[in-house]
T-cell receptor
Framework: AQSVTQLDSHVSVSEGTPVLLRCNYS??????LFWYVQHPNKGLQLLLK??????LVKGINGFEAEFKKSETSFHLTKPSAHMSDAAEYFC?????????????FGKGTKLSVKP | GAVVSQHPSWVICKSGTSVKIECRSL??????MFWYRQFPKQSLMLMAT?????????EQGVEKDKFLINHASLTLSTLTVTSAHPEDSSFYIC?????????????FGPGTRLTVL
């Protein structure tokens, strides 16, 4: 069975410092992994996705994530946080070629950015 | 590209009324659309999968007679919350999968905030 665990419910950083949002997954198959961002009262925006190509995935707004099979992790990073990065971030797992409706969401990590 | 819209963005209704929420893929065709529900400070929970031209598939615990889904065309799916009650108040989000692309990526709408008084 597939599952995803976001290790931190809340992360607080200062503007200009690095961001690390942690995600571990469990999958019996070759997973596809996503990071979505949700700003308050807004829908979800795709930041980046991993689908068995390069293990280091670059996304929008300077975010990137590295797929580490040995650690079953897909942590999201950004070298320098911006105030506009404050939002809720969801790590999502699915398995490639799976049946419809098989996105499994983590519980989310709220990122706060202090000036 | 890959824009999904929802209408309305928010709605307030009285208990016992029905509310219809529309989900549209604006620049692509979606044979499959998904409806999620999100409670405050929680993650998204899949309610149902909507297929164009066929009946929706509901997740366990979701009442199909309560949450009516119609996928009338390749660009439109509707969710009707029938006889809404305060416990139905939530943030409803739809997503769509682009039929031209054989990946798992879903594109999400901006959500609809439902408040039942």
């Amino acid at each position: 069975a597939q599952s995803v665990t976001q290790l931190d419910s809340h992360v607080s950083v200062s503007e200009g410092t690095p961001v690390l949002l942690r995600c571990n997954y469990s999958s019996s198959y070759s997973p596809s992994l996503f990071w979505y961002v949700q700003h308050p009262n807004k829908g979800l925006q795709l930041l980046l996705k991993y689908t068995s190509a390069a293990t280091l995935v670059k996304g929008i707004n300077g975010f990137e994530a590295e797929f580490k099979k040995s650690e079953t992790s897909f942590h999201l990073t950004k070298p320098s946080a911006h105030m506009s990065d404050a939002a809720e971030y969801f790590c999502v797992v699915t398995y490639y070629g799976g049946s419809q409706g098989n996105l499994i969401f983590g519980k989310g990590t709220k990122l706060s950015v202090k000036p | 590209g890959a824009v999904v819209s929802q209408h309305p963005s928010w709605v307030i209704c009285k208990s016992g009324t029905s509310v219809k929420i529309e989900c549209r893929s604006l620049d692509f065709q979606a044979t499959t659309m998904f409806w999620y529900r999100q409670f405050p400070k929680q993650s998204l929970m899949l309610m149902a999968t909507s297929n164009e031209g066929s009946k929706a598939t509901y997740e366990q615990g979701v009442e199909k007679d309560k949450f009516l889904i119609n996928h009338a065309s390749l660009t439109l799916s509707t969710l009707t919350v029938t006889s809404a009650h305060p416990e139905d108040s939530s943030f409803y989000i739809c997503s769509a999968r682009d039929r031209r692309v054989s990946t798992d990526t879903q594109y999400f709408g901006p959500g609809t905030r439902l408040t039942v008084l």
